[in-house]
Structures are given as C-alpha cells and as structure tokens.
C-alpha cells in the first residue's frame, strides 16, 4: 500500500488535519492511530509518518497532560486545512464526520471516566476512581486494596458501569 503519488499523500495529511480540527477533545497518537486504521483510511505506518511529518513542520503541536500526549492542530494547520480544505472528497469528509460522531461518544466515556491503580507496597495497592467533566472532578474515591486482581476488578467494573456505581455509592452517603 505504498504510493508515490504526491497528491495522494498531500490528501492522507489533509485527511489527519481535518481529523483533528474535526474532533472538540484531545486525541493522543494512539487513538489517532486508531481512528484512520479501524476505517482503513490508511496503513500504521503511513499514519506514524505523517502525524510525525505535521508535527516537524508545525501543523500539529501536542500538549502534555498526566504522562500522555495529546494532538491538536496549530494555527498553521488550521490555516492549511482551510486553504487546501477542497482537495478533500466531501465524501471522505461526510464519511469521516458520521464515523466520529460514534467514535467521539466513546473517546469522552475513555476521557471522563477514569480508574487507575498503583501498587503501594508488597500487597497493597491504591486504587483511584474519578469522574470529570470539563476539567472539573465530580467524583474522586480512592481505595486501599490488598491485591492486583482486586485491584483491576475495581477498575474494570468502574469503567464498564461508572453511573450505576456513583449512584449507589451517592444513595449510601446521602441516606438519612
């Protein structure tokens, strides 16, 4: 799946900047990376080079939040993207808004609900369990537990049903 086609490859970039000028939250490589492979709009690959590609040339900066880089277009990029917006099919565009509209459901749930766990000592481990909502946290619970398995029990229930439990654990507190 190589090409040397310089329109072709212009478009696969253009493609990656209408992505992020598309989606209203931060994307990291990975989920980027992500989105272009599940829709086989290109190669791993190609999509590594290109995002590394936009970055050297100033289209795409990244900021840095918790340990994890997250993309966004520059305002050069942006500019790119409107100037050369119509070598992009309307097509492609309507095909790539549709799809993330899904996916973005999901990326906010990924953003929002978050539970993660350390390891403290021999058998301890803390586990953390949060909700936030535009950079406001609404619920923070941690919890000591004596094992891994506990642990990631705690986490995969958390982010599979966070409502159901934030809502009982909301009842117990506030029950007279």
């Known amino acids: 799946m190589f090409t040397e086609n310089t329109k072709e490859l212009a478009q696969y970039k253009l493609l990656i900047l209408y ?38 040339s100033k289209f795409i900066e990244f900021s840095t939040k918790d340990g994890h ?18 070598r992009i099919p309307q097509s492609l565009k309507d095909e790539v808004d549709k799809k993330y509209e899904k996916k973005k459901e999901e990326m906010i749930k990924d953003t929002q609900i978050i539970g993660n766990y350390y390891k403290k000592h021999d058998s301890e481990y803390i586990v953390n369990l949060r909700v936030i909502e535009k950079d406001i946290t609404l619920f923070n619970l941690s919890l000591n537990v004596v094992s891994n398995k506990q642990a990631k029990l705690i986490c995969n229930n958390w982010k599979e049903a966070p409502q159901d439990i934030y809502k009982k654990v909301l009842e117990l507190l506030i029950e007279e």
């Open 69 to 86: 880089e997250f993309y966004h277009l520059s305002k050069a990029g942006k500019d790119t993207l409107n100037y050369f917006n119509d």
């Open 19 to 56: 992505i992020l000028d598309k989606v209203d939250i931060p994307m990291n490589n990975s989920e980027i990376t992500q989105f272009v492979l599940e829709n086989n709009y290109m190669n791993y690959f190609m999509a590594q080079q290109f995002i590394s590609e936009l970055v050297n």
